[in-house]
């Protein structure tokens, strides 16, 4: 059942195309509008809510956090996130004007679903973004946005991811379109953006080779750092995430802003660092800002594994090696910046001999707190 593929994991990275297209469908009617059927909140409760607060866990907060960029710009509503264990122990601040999104691949994560009932003491509404049907945390949700990922199987999340951050993006366009944040054509436009995401994430696929050809050569790396900016941060995490679960190397990731706060003390002679640079046709200081940080830590020695767009040239005299990815929006960049991150960890997984759809220590579902 893994397809011909050497792991669950491989197959599933293979699968994230059709993730993020099943994902999509039917969520639009005739005229292109979004209707979100099993959204069970009415309309006009939606309509008073003044904020969101994304509970997760791991890989399904990383989701969350980039989410958070995309709804908040759509709608002009604060968006928080919270590691759903850490949630629960404050004293977080929940009217019922809060709207609680849960997100979660199994629907079972014990931290999840103890954030969820707390949020529901508290008189918040709760959406779960699932991708397990029947699972614990949509039936006691009020309103579920399945992710159509089909079952994951591999422990470390992967297609999962990309099919989260898909549905939290519908739910922000939803939301554009109740509250009138949008212009129709606008949000019509995000969503053909969208749709053009799975051939995007494809090429990044066929590109995989070479990212497969550097692990293998990284086999015995104890250290790599990720760096990215904006949406490419949570992206960052969960590359360091990746790396840590499936090939037990000691990785972080950093908000590339942070480095001259303190982690530039880290890099010394042959560190290698992955940076991911957002699109230079999207906000320009950030882009120039993340190739500054390219110049800086090379000159101290880092060698530099960086993700850029096609056709950024700006790169290539500070990279020692890069991984190209197709243009797009760069709200929707995380959909393939984060393919080469799960392609490389897989990778030099394998080539230390690991169970790469086993890790050691870690089970698929974490129905215990
Ligand atoms: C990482 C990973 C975990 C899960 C986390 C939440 O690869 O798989 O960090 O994302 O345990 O699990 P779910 O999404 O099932 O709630």
């Known amino acids: 059942e893994k397809g011909g593929f ?10 994230q195309p059709k993730a993020v297209a099943d994902t999509l469908l039917g969520r ?46 759509w709608c002009r509503i604060p968006v928080e996130i919270e590691l759903a264990h850490e949630f629960r122990y404050r004293d977080p601040i929940v009217t019922p004007r809060t709207l609680v999104v849960a997100i979660s691949q199994s629907g079972e994560t014990m931290d999840t679903l103890m954030a969820v009932r707390h949020a529901q003491e508290q008189g918040a509404k709760v959406i779960a973004i699932v991708n397990t049907h029947g699972s614990t945390i949509p039936r006691e949700s009020d309103a579920v946005l399945y992710t159509h990922a089909g079952p994951e199987v591999a422990v470390a999340s992967t297609k999962a991811f990309v099919s989260q951050i898909t ?5 922000g366009l939803y939301f554009a379109q109740l509250r009138g944040n949008m212009f129709r054509d606008e949000i019509h436009t995000v969503l053909d953006e969208l749709r053009a995401m799975p051939d995007k994430i494809q090429e990044v696929l066929d590109r995989g080779e070479r990212v497969r050809e550097i692990a293998r050569w990284m086999a015995d790396t104890s250290s790599v750092l990720f760096l990215g900016r904006h949406v490419g941060f949570p992206i960052a995490l969960e590359g360091a995430l990746k790396l840590k679960e499936l090939a037990y190397i000691h990785a972080e990731g950093f908000a590339a802003g942070e480095l001259k706060h303190g982690p530039i003390a880290l890099i010394e002679p042959g560190q290698p660092v992955f940076v991911i640079v957002p699109s230079p046709r999207g906000r320009d200081s950030l882009h120039s800002k993340v190739i500054s940080n390219i110049q800086e830590i090379r000159a101290r020695g ?30 929707l960049s995380p ?3 984060v393919v080469p991150l799960q392609i490389f960890a897989a990778e030099l997984s394998r080539a230390k001999g690991l169970d790469v759809d086993q890790p050691r220590n870690l089970a698929k579902s974490v129905t215990v707190e």
Not at 167 to 171: N, R, T, V
């Open 335 to 337: 959909l393939v910046t």
């Open 6 to 15: 050497w792991s669950f994991m491989a197959k599933e990275i293979a699968d």
């Open 302 to 331: 880092a060698r530099t594994l960086v993700i850029a767009e096609d056709g950024d040239e700006a790169v290539t005299p500070f990279a020692d090696e890069v991984f190209w990815v197709p243009q797009c929006p760069t709200l």
């Open 167 to 171: 549905a939290a993006y519908i739910l």
């Open 28 to 73: 639009t009617n005739e005229s292109g509008d979004l209707i979100l059927d099993d959204a069970r909140i009415d309309e006009a409760t939606l309509r008073t809510i003044d904020k969101i607060i994304v509970v997760a866990c791991g890989t399904a907060a990383y989701a969350g956090h980039v989410a958070k960029y995309a709804i908040e710009h």
